[in-house]
């Protein structure tokens, strides 16, 4: 693949990711509330996705429900790129040369989407670190610990990260927010890849749209399934200013949290994550695939 068909590619991949980012958002804002609610027991109201969702428009409007979604679109862009462009360059050099034979496993695919996602993730943790600490302000503001937000949009919060934490505070919870994207991705792409394989080999499908939607689904459910522990925990780490740290490891983090909170606040937000993830691979698949095919390029 030359670079033409890399960047090409890649621009596909910011296009769909960043449509998809901003159909979802909303519902991922509301899974990031929920998942700080009742962090080691700080008090507060204790609602459920429908009503967090509810009282952020009653105390912030409707705009409350995209706060931080610059940060989220431009997370995407060398995120959602580089995950997928890796993942596909390093099936294509693992593939069997012969002809008939067949293609890499679920295992290997597998460990080339947590690998992908891990290499991913790593480039896109600044804009990980504005997101969550943005998407948290209104709630902090809306139960008095802090007076206003704490940044007023993505350059600010940029600037105002390195200035009073340093060039490292831009990847805080890098461990965390790894092995979070590790996890999603070998759940979401490897069970895209192959679940969209099988529907076609079986002949149930034929390459298209029918296709492409019942693998974005089951690939929305693996991925869930997959990554929620390691969301709470990313959520957690990155949402901590400054000397005021609750945990000092993403392990201290899990310790705590489970101790603190059981074995459940894992799962925290569960469904938010998977209302979210669900229509945020549907959207990205069926439009990414779409897209392929309307520059002439073949299926995923």
């Not at 802090?146 to 007023?152: E, M, N, Q």
């Not at 600010?156 to 990847?171: C, F, K």
């Not at 937000?269 to 549907?282: A, C, E, V």
């Amino acid at each position: 693949m030359d670079s033409k068909d890399l960047a090409v590619k890649f621009g596909l991949t910011a296009i769909s990711g960043m449509t998809a980012e901003t159909v979802t958002f909303p519902i991922d804002l509301t899974k990031t509330r929920l998942q700080l609610q009742g962090e080691l027991q700080h008090g507060g109201v204790r609602r459920g996705a429908l009503g967090t969702a509810v009282n952020i428009v009653r105390a912030e409007g409707i705009g409350g429900l995209y706060k931080g979604v610059s940060a989220a679109i431009a997370r995407h862009i060398p995120y959602t790129g580089s995950r997928i462009l890796i993942y596909e360059q390093l099936k294509t050099v693992l593939a069997p040369s012969a002809e008939g034979a067949p293609p890499p496993g679920i295992g290997t695919k597998m460990a080339l989407g947590a690998t992908s996602g891990a290499l991913g993730q790593f480039v896109a943790v600044p804009a990980d670190v504005v997101k969550v600490r943005m998407q948290a302000d209104g709630r902090l503001v809306a139960v008095g610990k802090l007076d206003r937000p704490r940044y007023t949009g993505l350059r600010h919060a940029l600037s105002t990260i390195v200035r009073n934490e340093g060039l490292l505070g831009l990847w805080k919870g890098t461990g965390p927010a790894v092995q979070r994207a590790a996890l999603v991705n070998l759940g979401e792409l490897a069970a895209y890849d192959q679940s969209k394989q099988m529907v076609i080999q079986s002949g149930m499908f034929n390459e298209g749209l029918q296709a492409h939607v019942l693998a974005a689904t089951c690939s929305g459910l693996c991925a869930t399934i997959c990554s929620s522990p390691a969301d709470v925990i990313k959520t957690r780490m990155m949402n901590q200013k400054g000397d005021a740290k609750l945990y000092s490891s993403s392990i201290d983090c899990l310790r705590k949290t489970v101790q603190a909170e059981g074995l459940l606040s894992l799962y925290k937000g569960f469904f938010p994550t998977w209302m979210r993830l669900g229509p945020w691979q549907l959207v990205f698949w069926v439009s990414y695939e779409q897209l392929r095919a309307a520059m002439g390029i073949g299926g995923f």
